[in-house]
């Protein structure tokens, strides 16, 4: 079946009294009558003004890291599942239904940063997040972990790397074991992670 679009809305469902359930580009929903549907007299849910960021083909570094915490917290599929909502960590209500508010409470990315949360322990709240410069982050979450090497115990993968003479990927890799195209190579032997909490 072809979808249904005006502007910023497809249908999602009819509903009685000619009315349609449509989902916005940016992902609120709306309730629209048939008649003004059909005569394109509203094409979006009304929230004009950050259209810009949840558009359906450029998405804005904000609503990008937006829906990739929502991946991580709540679609089994994700590959950070485990990780993340898995292990019970969640996006507070406000932010969870409202990319705006989200928005609102985190303010613009700046570049070549990502969300970060304070407590690794903790989910995703305007009290524990903050947008941090990516190396400053990666450290942030590696005192989530021990890092085990050949029986030596390291706060950091940081630390690791610089105790063994070796690059951060390669301790993560030892650790953790790595995944190629064809195979996945267990961690080695000695060497592995645990999570503090």
Known sequence: MEEKRIGKL?????????????????GNERIVNIGHFNTG???????HWWHGHAGSRNRSN???SYHNMLGRCYDKKNKRYSDYGG??????????ISFKDFLQDMGLRPDGFVIDRIDNTQGYSKQNCRWLSRSDSQANRNISRRWV?????????AGAAKANGVSEQTIRAWCL???TKWNFYLPKDGCGATFIY
């Open 62 to 64: 904000e609503y990008t």
């Open 87 to 96: 292990r019970g960590i969640v996006v507070c209500d406000s932010w969870r």
């Open 177 to 179: 074991g790595r995944d």
């Open 149 to 157: 090497v050949h029986g030596v115990v390291y706060q950091t993968t």
């Open 41 to 47: 007299d509203i094409k979006s849910c009304g929230c």
């Open 10 to 26: 497809v249908v999602t469902r009819r509903l009685p009294k000619s009315k349609y359930l449509c989902r916005c580009d940016c």
